[in-house]
């Protein structure tokens, strides 16, 4: 059931991009990164669904990719709700027949300091970082696990991780936390779907200034990261674009359980 891509692919090796055909729900589009991930999946051929809760913001992101010919639509989620998002995956199975890619994007962070870390706000980032990754996991693999088994068809799921899941991060605990525990929950869907071809990556952004890191990015930490980081910049939200293709695409038909790192770097230095 877990086939290799087709050997064809030797003599056409673009071809295994390719995209055309296939469906992809990308669940936190609306924002900068993830935004940017629906428009290149929309620019490989597939069809895209934006998930989130701004009508405004998916506007603009369904717009682009309109204007270079592709083809997305918004629905909207509070992906909060655990019942919403398993109507969420119903609904988009049942419109376009299957889901051939799932990217969990959303996420918020914090830069409280550990001891003055409330309650409220563990389960806040939590919430909105593991648990809707975990329900959605749950919500589509409900879809994508039957249809493997039947059909021997696959899918891609893709978690978006972070630098701070896989090594220590001063001054975002919780975020941090809950990172790390997307990383698990991903190795161990890896390990459960692996023989049915459904395959589960964490891609993991170094810094990419987006909504969610601004506020916590100070003068002096600008300058800690890129005493850290090789190329002495952020990363600019399209250079994502290519790991993301590589891990939803048949080019990467032979990987499942990884940390697709893209961060310039800075996970390799120390000083």
């Not at 962070?109 to 870390?117: K, Q």
Request: a negative charge; glycine letters at 10%.
């Amino acid at each position: 059931m877990n086939n290799p891509i087709s050997s064809d692919y030797i003599q056409r090796p673009l071809d295994a991009f390719k995209m055309d055909g296939k469906v992809a729900v990308v669940i936190g589009g609306t924002g900068v990164l993830c935004g940017t991930l629906a428009r290149g999946l929309a620019g490989a051929g597939a069809k895209v669904v934006v998930v989130g809760r701004s009508q405004e913001k998916a506007d603009a992101v369904l717009s682009e990719i309109a204007a270079s010919g592709g083809e997305a639509e918004f629905a909207s989620c509070d992906i909060s709700q655990v019942e919403v998002i398993h109507q969420l995956a119903d609904d988009i199975v049942n419109q376009h027949g299957a889901v051939d890619v799932l990217i969990n994007g959303a996420g918020v962070n914090s830069a409280t300091p550990f001891l003055e870390i409330a309650a409220e706000e563990l389960d806040q980032l939590m919430s909105t970082n593991f648990k809707a990754v975990f329900v959605a996991c749950q919500a589509f693999g409900r879809h994508f696990v039957p249809r493997a088994e039947q059909q021997g068809v696959g899918a891609s799921i893709i978690n978006v991780g972070s630098a701070s899941g896989v090594k220590a991060l001063s001054r975002v605990f919780t975020y941090s936390a809950t990172k790390a525990a997307v990383h698990n929950l991903t190795a161990n869907l890896a390990r459960e779907w692996g023989k049915l071809g459904i395959r589960v990556n964490t891609l993991v952004p170094g810094f990419f200034p987006a909504e969610q890191n601004r506020k916590i990015l100070t003068k002096q930490r600008v300058s800690q990261i890129m005493g850290h980081t090789p190329f002495d910049r952020f990363g600019e939200p399209q250079e994502l674009i290519g790991a993301t293709l590589l891990l939803a695409s048949d080019a990467g038909s032979f990987i499942t359980g990884t940390e697709l790192i893209v961060d310039g770097g800075f996970s390799n230095c120390t000083i």
